[in-house]
T-cell receptor, first 114, second 113 residues
Framework: NAGVMQNPRHLVRRRGQEARLRCSPM?????VYWYRQLPEEGLKFMVY????????ESGMPKERFSAEFPKEGPSILRIQQVVRGDSAAYFC????????????FGPGTRLTVT | KNQVEQSPQSLIILEGKNCTLQ??????????LRWYKQDTGRGPVSLTI?????NTKSNGRYTATLDADTKQSSLHITASQLSDSASYIC????????????FGDGTTLTVKP
């Protein structure tokens, strides 16, 4: 049973470009969470999705950021018009059930904005 | 506001020594508390998960304790190894907020030979 997969592992974008980060949850998991980790800081919650639904996006910036988890395919975190401050590691986690259940993390995508 | 505070922020110990990391939380209503280990450049890996009724849970050389009355948890590492060098993150889930957990900022542990 493969773990949570994220790609790409490293992504370099120039200011103003778009970044698309992908997350494939563990088999059988229908709950996906995205977190951002700035250098030397802790993980910060961004958004929680269930298949085709955004359940909680309270941690996601109102502008330029969006997330989706379609019926088929991976979850996508999209950052439009990236700025240098978006440079961070973005982690995805998945769980089989929502409330307080174990979350399994992917290896992360390291975004660098030049 | 739900908060998770971890201490110390960083810790350096010699190989073979024991250490204890602390986690205080104000998350309510409490659902469960998890400790994760995050190696540099990698995603967090679960060490233990404890519910309200559990006081102690072990995973090899890692032992977590939970005092739900004082809202405190500790992670004790026995006979430390160089590979224990990592960030240890305390995460607390609230029962009413489906899926959303509150993360501590982590304790960075460095084990030196």
């Amino acid at each position: 049973n493969a773990g949570v997969m994220q790609n790409p592992r490293h992504l370099v974008r120039r200011r103003g470009q778009e970044a698309r980060l992908r997350c494939s949850p563990m088999k059988g998991h229908s709950h996906v969470y995205w977190y951002r980790q700035l250098p030397e800081e802790g993980l910060k919650f961004m958004v929680y999705l269930q298949k085709e639904n955004i359940i909680d996006e309270s941690g996601m910036p109102k502008e330029r950021f969006s997330a989706e988890f379609p019926k088929e395919g991976p979850s996508i975190l999209r950052i439009q018009q990236v700025v240098r401050g978006d440079s961070a590691a973005y982690f995805c986690a998945s769980s089989p059930t929502p409330i307080g259940s174990e979350q399994y993390f992917g290896p992360g995508t390291r975004l660098t904005v030049t | 506001k739900n908060q998770v505070e971890q201490s110390p922020q960083s810790l350096i110990i010699l190989e073979g020594k024991n250490c204890t990391l602390q986690c205080n939380y104000t998350v309510s209503p409490f659902s469960n508390l998890r400790w994760y280990k995050q190696d540099t450049g990698r995603g967090p890996v679960s060490l233990t998960i404890m519910t309200f009724s559990e006081n102690t849970k072990s995973n090899g050389r890692y032992t977590a304790t939970l005092d739900a009355d004082t809202k405190q948890s500790s992670l004790h590492i026995t006979a430390s190894q160089l590979s224990d060098s990592a960030s240890y993150i305390c995460v607390v889930s609230a029962g009413t907020n489906a899926g959303k957990s509150t993360f501590g900022d982590g304790t960075t542990l460095t084990v030196k030979p």
